[in-house]
């Protein structure tokens, strides 16, 4: 089985440039989640979706992030304009909705912003 | 607001030394505890989901046991390939679908 498929999986550029990622959930999955990973903060969640509506976006650090799901198979993080504080390995998740239903991640993008 | 903590922060061990691994956590009404596995490069993997004190779970050597205040990861007879990051992480029961995870612990294990 597909398991949640991200892309791209590095992504080097420069600060001041947009960045996007992309992510695909697990086909019957109805809540989706980004997290950020980093050696100093660990796994922090910045925003869930249920049904394709955004849930809860208080992790998002700041305007410059925004994300999206147009559709129920497809989903988006933007940084615009990029920060070299926003290198980082950013995940997405997939779950069925219900509370406490595990999530399954992607192998994530490495973005490094120079 | 949900606080998990993760001890230690590494443990090397021998093949088949057993050990636990800790996690410790403050939560208003816990709605699941989960334990992921996470190898360098990749996503977490989940292994465990306990809801209540006193549930336990097992997949091949490793077995989750919960109480009010923690959760152990016990590992019997481990093998190289166990080496990984594990990963706690609670859901509230004011925290719809939210994960608040630990630090992980880093685990080795030696041939």
């Known amino acids: 089985d597909a398991g949640v498929i991200q892309s791209p999986r590095h992504e080097v550029t420069e600060m001041g440039q947009e960045v996007t990622l992309r992510c695909k959930p697990i086909?019957?999955?109805?809540?989706l989640f980004w997290y950020r990973q980093t050696m100093m903060r660990g796994l922090e969640l910045l925003i869930y979706?249920?049904?394709?509506?955004?849930?809860?976006d208080s992790g998002m650090p700041e305007d410059r992030f925004s994300a999206k799901m147009p559709n129920a198979s497809f989903s988006t993080l933007k940084i615009q304009p990029s920060e070299p504080r926003d290198s980082a390995v950013y995940f997405c998740?997939?779950?069925?909705?219900?509370?406490?239903?595990?999530?399954?991640f992607g192998d994530g993008t490495r973005l490094s912003i120079l | 607001e949900d606080q998990v903590t993760q001890s230690p922060e590494a443990l090397r061990l021998q093949e088949g030394e057993s050990s636990s691994l800790n996690c410790s956590y403050t939560?208003?009404?816990?709605?699941?505890l989960f334990w992921y596995r996470q190898d360098p490069g990749k996503g977490p993997e989940f292994l465990f989901t306990?809801?209540?004190a006193g549930e336990e779970k097992e997949k091949e050597r490793l077995k989750a046991t919960l109480t009010k205040k923690e959760s152990f990861l016990h590992i019997t007879a481990p093998k190289p390939e166990d080496s990984a990051t594990y990963l706690c992480?609670?859901?509230?029961?004011?925290?719809?679908?939210?994960?608040?995870f630990g630090q992980g612990t880093i685990l080795t294990v030696h041939p």
């Open positions: 979706f249920n049904n394709n509506v955004p849930i809860d």
């Open positions: 086909s019957g999955h109805n809540s």
């Open positions: 306990l809801y209540s």
């Open positions: 998740a997939s779950s069925f909705s219900g509370g406490n239903q595990p999530q399954h």
């Open positions: 939560v208003s009404g816990l709605r699941g």
């Open positions: 992480a609670v859901q509230g029961g004011t925290s719809y679908g939210k994960l608040t």
